[in-house]
C-alpha cells in the first residue's frame, strides 16, 4: 500500500501559477502510475493530469492542456502539478491517486490510493 500527502495549495489571482506536489512512502513509488483529480463545490470529481510510472508518458483533460504540466521524480517518490495561467474556474480541491500499473486512467474509480487534498483557490 502507498501513502500519498499533497502539498502547494493556496490563494493566487488569475493569471499566477502554482506548483503542487505530492510525496508518497510506503511502497516502490515507480511501480505506481499517478493522477490528480479536483473536485469543486457541488462538483463530481474531475480528472486532470495522469502520468505513467516511468514518466515518459502524460495526458491531460483538455481545459487545462498548454497550462498545466505533470511530472515525476522517482528519486524523490514525488510527482508534481505545474500549473500556469491560473483561470478563476481552476478553483478546487486538488488530489493525487496512485494506481499499480504501468499507464494511468482518467477514471477516479480506477485509482485506489488517494491523498487527502489541497486546497487551490484562483481569485479574479
Known amino acids: 500500500q502507498v501513502q500519498l500527502a499533497e502539498s502547494g495549495g493556496g490563494l493566487v489571482q488569475a493569471g499566477g501559477s502554482l506548483r503542487l506536489s505530492c510525496a508518497a512512502s510506503?511502497?516502490?513509488?515507480?511501480?505506481?502510475?499517478m493522477g490528480w483529480f479536483r473536485q469543486a463545490p457541488g462538483k463530481e470529481r474531475e480528472f486532470v493530469a495522469g502520468i505513467s510510472l516511468s514518466g515518459l508518458t502524460t495526458w491531460y483533460v483538455d481545459s487545462v492542456k498548454g497550462r498545466f504540466t505533470i511530472s515525476r521524480d522517482n528519486a524523490k517518490n514525488t510527482v508534481y502539478l505545474q500549473m500556469n495561467s491560473l483561470k478563476p474556474e481552476d478553483t478546487a480541491f486538488y488530489y493525487c491517486?496512485?494506481?499499480?500499473?504501468?499507464?494511468?486512467?482518467?477514471?477516479?474509480?480506477?485509482?485506489?490510493?488517494w491523498g487527502q487534498g489541497t486546497q487551490v483557490t484562483v481569485s479574479s
Open positions: 491517486a496512485a494506481r499499480a500499473t504501468y499507464s494511468g486512467s482518467r477514471s477516479s474509480t480506477d485509482y485506489p490510493y
Open positions: 510506503g511502497r516502490t513509488f515507480s511501480n505506481y502510475a
